[in-house]
């Protein structure tokens, strides 16, 4: 069922995965409570390849202060000029960012060709965006398909409800948008419309055929 496919994680190739797993192990990972990968780079589109392809990276954490403090030192380099104000500055900028996520861009992995960004959130306003969709971009990007990475056994319970409230939320509008007849592949178009609703990128030179692309 198409309500479930976020909940699990999806298996893809060794080298993806080991790839993964390196890069992971650049961070302050003590902090983290819940994480996910996805785009060109985890997940291969067809359509159209510009430039090298991307993996994109969410970290729900306990603690974004603590997060952002231990990271800067772990991995100066990836935050550009903002890192000179500091872990607080960039900790209260995040809380006023839109969707609450601060994301640092263009990252490479030096042993290997691989260009990255990931996000960093606060475990709450995660789980937020699930059930209340207060901003629907972390919430949208849970309606496709994710590699989870670090699901973590003592936030099952919120987090397994979280997810699958998010889910039956958005089948249920998809739903309410469909002909009465229609197929199996209208209603995941119809999802990841959406979701892409939430995406501010759609609105500043994002391809706009990501939902073509991504069910071809």
Not at 23 to 38: H, Q
Not at 45 to 60: E, N, R, S, T, W
Not at 153 to 165: E, V
Not at 198 to 210: A, H, L, Q, W
């Amino acid at each position: 069922m198409a309500a479930t496919k976020a909940l699990v994680p999806v298996v893809s190739q060794l080298t993806v995965s080991s790839t993964l797993d390196r890069i992971l192990r650049r961070f302050p990972r003590e902090y983290f409570r819940f994480c996910f990968a996805y785009g060109s780079g985890v997940f291969p589109q067809k359509g159209p390849k510009v430039g090298k392809p991307m993996v994109d990276l969410i970290f729900a954490v306990h603690d974004t202060l603590g997060f952002h403090w231990r990271n800067l030192q772990l991995n100066p380099g990836d935050y550009s000029g903002a890192k000179l104000w500091g872990p607080r500055f960039i900790s209260f900028v995040q809380t006023k960012w839109p969707c609450r996520v601060y994301f640092n861009t263009l990252v490479q992995l030096p042993e290997e060709d691989v260009v990255f960004k990931y996000g960093v959130v606060q475990f709450e306003d995660f789980v937020n965006d699930m059930l209340d969709w207060d901003y629907i971009y972390l919430a949208g990007r849970m309606h496709k398909p994710v590699k989870i990475l670090t699901p973590v056994k003592k936030d099952f319970q919120i987090l397994d409800m979280a997810l699958r409230q998010n889910l039956m939320s958005v089948l249920h509008v998809a739903l309410l948008l469909m002909p009465e007849s229609f197929t199996e592949r209208q209603l995941y178009k119809t999802i990841a419309n959406i979701s892409y609703n939430g995406d501010f990128r759609m609105v500043f030179g994002e391809d706009k055929n990501k939902v073509r692309t991504s069910f071809c």
